[in-house]
């Protein structure tokens, strides 16, 4: 039991070692940065544009709160279940890293598909993103963060298969890492979207 204990350990602090001498997750970072100029222009637009309804509605008579609440959560909830996997990854458990994974991958599509609804529903009331300057700028942003999920999503299934088939590996532990910066950096795009969009969007 304790040998077992020790050898996790020392597999954990060579998993570190080998990442800290990787320069894949300093790339990963340099990305990141990138998707940030990419939002941070989105935002600016929104807020530019927000008043320009072409008579038509504005946000808080659109918003559908209780919906906007759940995918919230939903996204919320899929940081926590997303770090219980990486910490089972680093104590090189199997079944309960593909557990996790699972449920961040479940959560995640629950919150993309209330995300879709709300848009499709908007689009099929009339007001779709060629209605008004505000419409165009909201659902850009929107869709923007969809599509970052989808590839967020396709990716948890890809890690699943491959701890599956090879395992807890250097390269598997780095690329789950990547994803978890990937995972935390869309739930704060979307903190901001909650804040800026749907909560003080009139103030601004």
Same mark, same amino acid.
């Given at each position: ?32 940065m990138s998707d940030c100029i990419i939002f941070a222009t989105l935002f600016s637009v929104y807020i530019v544009m927000k008043n320009n309804v072409a008579h038509g509605p504005s946000g ?37 890293? $593909?557990?996790?994974?699972? @449920? /961040?991958?479940?959560?995640? #599509?629950?919150? &993309?598909? +209330?995300?879709? %609804? ?44 491959? $701890?599956?088939?090879?395992? @807890? /590996?250097?390269?598997?532990? #780095?690329?789950? &890492?990547? +994803?978890?910066? %990937? ?22």
């Amino acid at each position: 039991m304790l040998n077992n204990l020790v050898n996790k350990k020392i597999d954990t602090i060579k998993l570190n070692s080998n990442l800290l001498n990787s320069n894949k997750l300093f790339g990963f970072w340099l990305y990141l940065m990138s998707d940030c100029i990419i939002f941070a222009t989105l935002f600016s637009v929104y807020i530019v544009m927000k008043n320009n309804v072409a008579h038509g509605p504005s946000g808080p008579e659109i918003f559908n709160f209780f919906m906007i609440i759940l995918e919230s959560l939903f996204l919320l909830f899929s940081s926590f279940t997303f770090s219980f996997s990486l910490l089972n990854v680093e104590k090189y458990n199997i079944n309960k890293s $593909i557990l996790w994974l699972s @449920i /961040t991958f479940l959560l995640g #599509t629950s919150f &993309l598909l +209330l995300e879709m %609804f709300e848009l499709y529903n908007l689009i099929t009331i009339g007001y779709g993103p060629s209605h008004s300057g505000f419409l165009s700028a909201f659902f850009t942003l929107l869709l923007t963060h969809s599509i970052h999920v989808i590839t967020a999503l396709i990716w948890i299934l890809v890690m699943i298969r491959q $701890i599956i088939s090879f395992g @807890i /590996t250097c390269k598997v532990y #780095t690329r789950i &890492l990547c +994803l978890s910066l %990937f995972w935390h950096f869309l739930d704060i795009v979307w903190v901001f979207v909650f804040s800026i969009v749907y909560l003080i969007g009139e103030t601004l």
